[in-house]
């Protein structure tokens, strides 16, 4: 199972490589977050694991059930936790912002309700080589670290 002892593994690993820790963030789906938020971080105290702040020994978790999946349209399954820094890598949004109303189709109108749905294209890009790692912790108790 995930401990706390594993979270600090997994920030030692980075730091270890002499990475900063100051932008990480704790990746892990849903199960697990849900998990980890009532499991308690030691007996008697009634501090869980993961606090009211939605973080892990200090650090942010972000719920992504992306990372429990083999492959990018798979399903969902496995029990992994990555930690990562992301400083240098930015989220862009490019090119037009598609709006759609939709008000008079027959699933718009069997409800009475409008749809509205917004679209547009993101990407990420690593500005700088090295400078972002990421560990990922699997059920089978192994860190790997992918550097």
């Known amino acids: 199972t995930f401990t706390k002892e594993t979270a600090a593994e997994m920030i030692g690993k ?3 490589h002499n990475l900063p820790t100051d932008n990480v ?3 892990m789906g849903a ?4 998990k980890l938020k009532v499991t308690p971080f030691d007996a008697g105290s009634g501090i869980m694991l993961i606090g009211n702040d939605n973080r892990l020994l200090g650090i942010p978790v972000v719920v ?3 990372i429990n999946r083999a492959t990018q ?3 969902i399954s496995g029990h992994a936790v990555g930690l990562g820094n992301f400083k240098y890598l930015p989220v862009m949004q490019h090119g037009n912002i ?9 699933v718009a109108s069997n409800t009475d309700e409008v749809y509205t749905t917004i679209n547009a294209d993101f990407s990420c890009t690593i500005l700088k080589d090295g400078a972002d790692a990421f560990v990922l912790y699997s059920k089978s108790g192994e860190s790997d670290s992918d550097l």
């Open 73 to 75: 349209k798979g399903a």
């Open 31 to 34: 199960a697990d977050f849900w």
């Open 98 to 106: 598609r709006l759609s109303i939709d008000a008079t189709s027959a």
């Open 64 to 66: 992504n059930n992306a």
């Open 25 to 27: 963030v704790f990746v």
């Open 14 to 16: 980075l730091a270890s």
